[in-house]
């Protein structure tokens, strides 16, 4: 077992399984596993952490430990602490999930979604003047055009509803499509 810097109690051993847990996902979401790791540890803390702390208690190198921590603040899931008497940085996550996963899905747009619909626009340009673009080709991109763009537009209204609805209306899940009379075979069917 891991220990924290500083304690001779070993991590429990839920924590620890989360931490190994959460880094194994992380590396299926295209995160690098230490970082991933470095999250789960902080999300679980009961204190903000130093950086020596972290490298201690995961058995990490200082360095990955210090450029994962950047790569964390980047995407505003942890933030630095400070602590009376204490010169080093101290860090803590964030523990609303609902914050955290707004964080995500906004890094993970403009890393993913921004970039397809700034790439789009000139392709849509170029298409229009391009009389050997084939009509499939030219509806095709117009669909994927409409597609990008609406997600896009769909995450912005997504952000004005607040958390207690949203989960509501995740708890609801197929119910919603139902009421709605929108199943996806129907949905596809509609003139």
């Known amino acids: 077992m891991t220990e924290i810097a500083g304690n001779t109690k070993p991590l429990p051993a839920a924590v620890e399984q989360f931490v190994l847990r959460w880094g194994d996902m992380g590396g299926q979401w295209g995160v690098n596993r230490s970082v991933a790791q470095i999250h789960a540890l902080l999300y679980l803390a009961d204190r903000p952490m130093t950086a020596e702390d972290i490298a201690e208690s995961l058995g990490m190198a200082r360095s990955n430990v210090s450029n ?65 673009l084939s009509k499939v080709a030219r509806k095709r991109l117009n669909e994927m055009h409409s597609f990008v763009t609406t997600i896009d537009s769909w995450y912005g209204q997504m952000l004005s509803v607040p958390p207690s609805t949203l989960m509501s209306l995740i708890k609801m899940g197929s119910k919603v499509v139902g009421l709605l009379g929108m199943g996806r075979g129907k949905a596809d069917k509609a003139p």
């Open 68 to 132: 994962s921590l950047r790569e964390l603040i980047g995407w505003k899931l942890i933030r630095r602490v400070p602590q009376l008497g204490d010169r080093r940085d101290h860090y803590e996550a964030e523990a609303d999930l609902w914050q955290m996963l707004t964080r995500i899905a906004q890094g993970r747009k403009e890393r993913e979604i921004d970039p397809m619909v700034e790439a789009l626009g000139p392709v849509l340009a170029a298409a229009e003047n391009d009389p050997t």
